[in-house]
Nanobody, 114 residues
């Protein structure tokens, strides 16, 4: 049974930081491309950042220079370090694992507000 479990969301003031984690089980984690997606209220889910099995990364323009995706294969975990958070970063963040099949976590809420 494949599970992706996100954690680390919460309420933070503008300019603050959060670190999201996604722990995977039931997959050969090291061969999967891992990604984080963001779904703002009443909007479509969008790619935030992606990291391949080889460590290559890709970021949405809106988060370049502020967010960093990383992975720890020994822990079957992918991280998203989010700095200089803005109110528009508010929403649910979903973890995604993909090779030929894609899997999703249940999401973690991030609220950026003063």
């Amino acid at each position: 049974q494949v599970q992706l479990v996100e954690s680390g969301g919460g309420l933070v003031q503008p300019g603050g930081s959060l670190r999201l984690s996604c722990a995977a089980s039931g997959i050969a984690f090291n061969i999967y491309t891992m990604a984080w997606y963001h779904q703002a209220p009443e909007k479509q889910r969008e790619l935030v950042a992606r990291i391949t099995s080889g460590g290559s990364t890709l970021y949405a323009d809106s988060v370049k220079g502020r967010f960093t995706i990383s992975r720890a294969n020994a822990k079957n975990t992918v991280y998203l370090q989010m700095n200089s958070l803005k109110p528009e970063d508010t929403g649910v963040y979903y973890c995604n694992a993909a090779v030929l099949t894609a899997y999703w976590g249940q999401g973690t809420q991030v609220t950026v507000s003063s």
